[in-house]
Structure formats: structure tokens, C-alpha cells
């Protein structure tokens, strides 16, 4: 009887749960603050007082100036401080709640804050702002940072420590938990007790020292105390929260002083007794804006690209005025170069090619940024395998806002198979506030354009015909060209003469008995090529002919017989041939002549000389080689030539 009078003397009851989570801090407005179904919704905000307008979750519309408040079912919402300038708002202000369970969400503003797990020693947080969250573990009673934000937690906290009566209703935070029964059941000579508990009209039957895992409660079960009481544990299954939020800067700064803030410089240049006036400079002291700012709880700011600059206290101090300053920096407003210059670069080709054909391509160049882009400069990267044929603009004084410019290309490819093709880069010039010249590099690129080369299949067919002739008359040559392949490639023909043989060809090269020329033909065309010939010799020859190509060679031949007959042997030539004098030892009789030779070509005049003496058929014999570039070039190569040689 005495130890159950101690034990309910030690009979603990907890009505509830007291606030013991908060935010507090400075958060942009208008915004959203507090645990999700019970958060605080601030829309707007008065220019007179600072006064705001608040709707927290199932209460309705409240109004609450500078310095008040706001009361229900356990929360609070409170103003200290406000913050204004057209551009940008802040608030400094509190919020309080009870707790935070396990998968629960926490609204401070721009973040999220989950409660993902706890335990006894911490618990892990998944904080998420826009499209980026990280996971952080805060451990008991240490405070963890994420960017502005110091978060720390008490972990599982105990809500209920002591005797539950039988059939009492017991309120602990948004429960209520009553000792229903118990029962005890033999087995095998051993009492087993059952109680019956029951949370919020839910039952949960357990054994002494067993765990009831209740929802948002964890119930450590105890001892009975005879029929009427039972010992027990009550845990939050979350914690308590407290979540700072800190401005970027916050502190006291005297005149003249310069901080900086982000990549700006932030000069305080007069104080007064409710203003100051300040300047907002790049990182080299060039001023970009400046102005007065009020000093009080309800300032008004100055603002420049993310930058919030206010004033909530002035003082002096050793003989200077001093004034406490708050500034935010919101780094996605912070102008960056690509907020003043834009190029749409697009590089524009087609997207199948053959291995070895040239294909045009562009590049287009469109400038939809607010400024006019200088100094403009392209360079192409091409991938290995490609190559731009001829050269392409690569520099532009300017381009204006609004304008485009176009740079068309010729690219060879030179491998097959699915490819990158490579890009454009794009330089340029634009003015920006917070570099130090007050203009900036920037570079732009196209897409990284990829194309389907298909192997060049090359392939030529070569016939070559002349009929049989005789000793200095024109023997008609024709060769016949046919591209067999899938490319229209640049070949290579090259006729191959005898020696001892003239020739008269349009457009071909003469190098010693080669001729030789090059032309182009699509795909299973055809081209003959017509030449003249004309032996100086009789006998049986082989003329060849061959077509090379990218490394490829491909040719044929033909055989004529060329009779003995020397008479005319260039019609309407005074050109005279000797058959005296056979000896080999008496040396030859040079006698020279100038003759003109009527020729089908646009040269006016082609000289010759006569030889006489003891010198072969062969060698007395004209010989004519061609040269044509762009044209018909008609040579006379004679025996006497060397002759002539001779003598000099």
C-alpha cells in the first residue's frame, strides 16, 4: 500500500504540447512560411506603415503591422522588421509551431524542408530549393548550414513520461491516449498481461517492455501497478525544428566604408539621422547606382541586379556615425553577360553525304540579346574528317540587335560513317556593367551537328578505239569515260602515247608521251574525250589510257598498226625530209629554216626547221606533242631540235 501511494505521487500528466519549433529571419516577400497545413501565406505588403497581409492556413485574413502579431491553435506569426524597394522586399520576421513528424514538409520561403527520418540522435532533412535539393543530417543539439539557412533539431523528443490511469483520457499534442484494459493469460505455468491501449480511438495491444509504434507516437510500455495504472514512455516520432534565416549581410558599417557583397562593392557615403546615402559599385569602384536609403524598422532600400541594400539602425560611435545594414543578393538576378548579349548560332547542313563530295553547308548567326554585338569573330570546328574548301567570312565589325548575318561553307568529307561534324563558335563584345572596361567577351555555340557520310563506291570504266593508219597521217583516238561508282569525284585521265608519236588534244597537258587531264562525272555518265594522233614511224603500238581517282586506278589499251607510207606526210607543210645518206658515221648536214605550219589552234605562228644529211626516217620525222590548258596548245617536236640543241 505504501509503494502505491509513491507511485501515484509520481503520477505525471502532460495537457499538450507548448511551441517549441520556430523560423525566424529574414525571407523575401511576398512568400510563404510555416509546416505544411498550417503554414502562413504574406501577399501584400502597405507603403505607409510596412503593415502586411497575412492568411494563415483555415484562420482567414489577418493584418499585421511592424512590431505585431498573430495567435491560433498553438501558432504564432510575428513582424519585427520591413524591407522595401520596388524591385525586391524583405520581411524579418518569427513563426512558431509545435513539431515536425517523419515524411512532414516545412515551407521558409524559396526552400522546402523535409523531415525524411529521426532517431534518438538526429534526424536527416531533404532541403530543396527550385530544381535542387541536397540531403542534410542535423545531429542533436548541433546547428548545420545550407546557403542562408542554420537548421538544428531536438530528435524524438519525450511528450509523456510517467503512469497512465486506467480508463483517463490523456492529451499529448494532437492525441489522446487512454490505459483501456489488460488482461493476463496462463500458458504452460507461465502469466502473460496484455494491455490494451488506445490512441485516438485506435487500439494497440502490447507486453510490458514492447514498443508501440502509434503513428507519429512511439509508446515505450512499462509496468503495472495493480489493475489501475501502467507505466509508460511517450516519443515524438519527428522533432522539434528551428530553422535561422540569415540575410547576406547584416552588420554595421561606418561612412566611407566600403564592403563587398557578391561581386558588387558597397560604399556607405553619408550618414544622416533617419538616411544615408550609398553607393553600389562594380569590382574595379565604378559606381552603377547610387542613392538614399531610410533607416528604421520599416526602410526603404536601394536595389541594383539582385542586390537589396537597407538600413534598420544608425548610431555613433568614437566619433563616427555608424549605420546597421542588411543586404540580400539574390544570384540568379546578379546580371551575367548573357543577360545583355545573345547569338542564336545554328549550324546548318544536311544530313547525309557521300564520302569524298563536297556539301554545302552555313552557318547562321542571329543576334536576339538587347545590345549590339562587336568585334564579332566565327571559327568553325570541324571534327577530324572534314574540311572546309575556300576560305568563309570569319570576322564582323558588328552585328546589330535584331540582325543575322549568314556564312555559307563548302565541307569535304573525307571519312564515312555517322559523324560529328563538329560546331560553331561564335566571340563577340558586349557592354556589361560589372566588368572593368565596361564591356565583356562573350562566346555562343551552335548545336554540335552530326551527318551520315555513305562510302564513296569509286569505280570507272575505260574504252579507248583508234583504227590502223600510216606514217604522218592523223589517226583519230577516242576514249570513252564511264563513272560506275555512286560519287561525282575529280578523276584524273591520262593518255599514254607511243614514242614517236604527235598528237593534237583540246585541253589536255602533254608531259613527254603522257597527256594528261582532269575532269569530273556524276554517277553512271558517260564522256568521250576525241584526240588526234599522228605516227612518225611505222610498226604495231599500244596505246593505254588510265583514270585514277582518290587512289584508285582504272584502264585499258588498244592496239593499232601503222603502215609505212611517208608520202604527205603533214598536208599543205613546205616541211622537206632527206632519205640520203645512210652512213652512220658522217655526221649530219644541219640546215636551218624557218617555216610556218598552218595549225587548227589559236597560236598565229609555230616554226620549224628543215634537216638534211644523213640522218633515219625516224629521226628526220616531225614529231608533234600537245600541250592544252584551257585551250588547244599545238607542239612541234622535230629531230633537228636537237640538233639545235647541239650547236648552242
Known sequence: MKRLLVLVLA?????????????????????????????????????????????????????????????????????????????????????????????????????????????????????????????????????????????????????????????????????????YNYTVSSENGALTEIVDIRVSGKQYLAEPDETIDAGGLLIS??????????????????????????????????????EKLGPYLVRVDKIFNDSAYVSIMNPCGRVIRSGFITIGNFSSGIYYGGLLLGATASRKRDGTMEVHMVAFIDEEKVPKVSDVALLNVSFLAPGNATQFVPFEARVLIKNEGPSDLKYVEVNINLSDGFEVLGDYTGYFEEIPRGKSVEIPLRVLPEKAGNLSLGNAVVTGHAPYALSCYGIEEVSFSSENRAINVAPAEIGYHVEVSAPNGSVGREIPLNVTVVNTGNAALPFTLTVALPKGFASIAENFTAYGKWLMRTDTLAPNRSRTYSLTIIPLAAGEYEISVGVESHGKVFYNSTTIKVSGETNNVLENSSIEISNGGTNSTCEPKVVTEVIKVPVPCNESNVTA????????????????????VGGIVFILLLAWIAARMEER
Not at 626547221?609 to 592544252?628: H, M
Request: proline content about 4%; aromatic content about 12%.
Open 11 to 179: 503520477f505525471m500528466l502532460l495537457p499538450g504540447v507548448a511551441a517549441s519549433s520556430s523560423i525566424t529571419g529574414w525571407l523575401p516577400f511576398p512568400t510563404r512560411v510555416g509546416i505544411e497545413g498550417s503554414e502562413v501565406l504574406i501577399k501584400d505588403i502597405s507603403l505607409g506603415d510596412g503593415s502586411v497581409l497575412v492568411y494563415p492556413n483555415g484562420v482567414g485574413m489577418r493584418v499585421v503591422s511592424v512590431g505585431g502579431s498573430v495567435l491560433w491553435d498553438g501558432y504564432s506569426f510575428s513582424i519585427h522588421t520591413a524591407l522595401y524597394s520596388p524591385e525586391m522586399s524583405y520581411l524579418n520576421l518569427s513563426y512558431t509551431f509545435p513539431y515536425i513528424l517523419e515524411g512532414e514538409k516545412l515551407f521558409v520561403g524559396d526552400y522546402e524542408v523535409l523531415l525524411k527520418s529521426v532517431d534518438e540522435k538526429g534526424g536527416t532533412l531533404v532541403v530543396s530549393r527550385g530544381n535542387t535539393s541536397k540531403e542534410i543530417y542535423c545531429a542533436a543539439g548541433k546547428e548545420v548550414s545550407y546557403e542562408n539557412l542554420g537548421i538544428s533539431l531536438t530528435p524524438m523528443p519525450v511528450l509523456f513520461d510517467g503512469y497512465l490511469k486506467r480508463d483517463k483520457n490523456v492529451s499529448v499534442g494532437e492525441w489522446s491516449i487512454v490505459f
Open 609 to 628: 626547221t628543215t634537216l638534211e644529211g644523213g640522218v633515219s626516217l625516224k629521226e628526220k620525222l616531225i614529231y608533234i606533242g600537245g600541250s592544252f
Open 221 to 258: 510500455v512499462g509496468e503495472l501497478v495493480g489493475s489501475d495504472y501502467l507505466r509508460a514512455t511517450i516519443r515524438l516520432k519527428g522533432a522539434y525544428l528551428r530553422v535561422r534565416v540569415h540575410p547576406s549581410f547584416d552588420g554595421w558599417l561606418r561612412e566611407g566604408k566600403t
